[in-house]
């Protein structure tokens, strides 16, 4: 038992000693790289001001102008966009007759009635088991449908 516990115990207790040796920054590496492979350029003569003269933003402004082609960006009209097709396919899926054994059978099928009153018209909404007799009726009306 007791060798069991040494036996784990030493590799748990070497373990951040390796871990730092094995983080420690190699010096014999070249220069760092930039992302693209382009090697670093050597450090550039100390710089008067910490902001370009007017004239220099100016110039490199038109220089990348002159680069860019006359249309770079397409127009609206010119771009397909997704949304008119899931307005489509939302407005598709709702007018598809759902399944008169399926979860809202009665979706085309109004499943309430008014009653007018002299003190006002009252909504009364059913479901469930009261709901039967409008799901009769869209059977009989084909509001619903048997087949897929």
């Known amino acids: 038992m007791k060798a069991r516990f040494l036996t784990i115990l030493v590799p748990l207790a070497t373990a951040p000693a390796l871990l730092v040796h094995a983080d420690a920054p190699d010096a014999r590496k070249p220069a760092p790289y930039d992302s693209f492979g382009i090697p670093a350029a050597a450090p550039a003569a100390p710089v008067s001001g910490a902001r370009p003269s007017d004239e220099a933003i100016k110039a490199a402004v038109r220089a990348t102008l002159d680069d860019m082609p006359l249309r770079a960006v397409p127009g609206a009209g010119d771009v397909l966009s997704s949304r008119p097709y899931r307005e489509f396919a939302?407005?598709?899926?709702?007018?598809?007759?759902?399944?008169?054994?399926?979860?809202?059978?009665?979706?085309?099928?109004?499943?309430?009635?008014?009653?007018?009153?002299?003190?006002?018209?009252?909504?009364?909404?059913?479901?469930?088991?009261?709901?039967?007799?409008?799901?009769?009726?869209?059977?009989?009306?084909?509001?619903?449908?048997?087949?897929?």
């Open 90 to 148: 939302r407005k598709f899926s709702e007018a598809k007759k759902p399944h008169c054994l399926g979860p809202d059978p009665l979706k085309h099928q109004p499943r309430s009635f008014v009653a007018k009153t002299p003190l006002g018209d009252y909504v009364f909404g059913v479901g469930g088991l009261y709901a039967a007799p409008f799901w009769a009726a869209a059977i009989l009306r084909g509001k619903c449908s048997w087949t897929r």
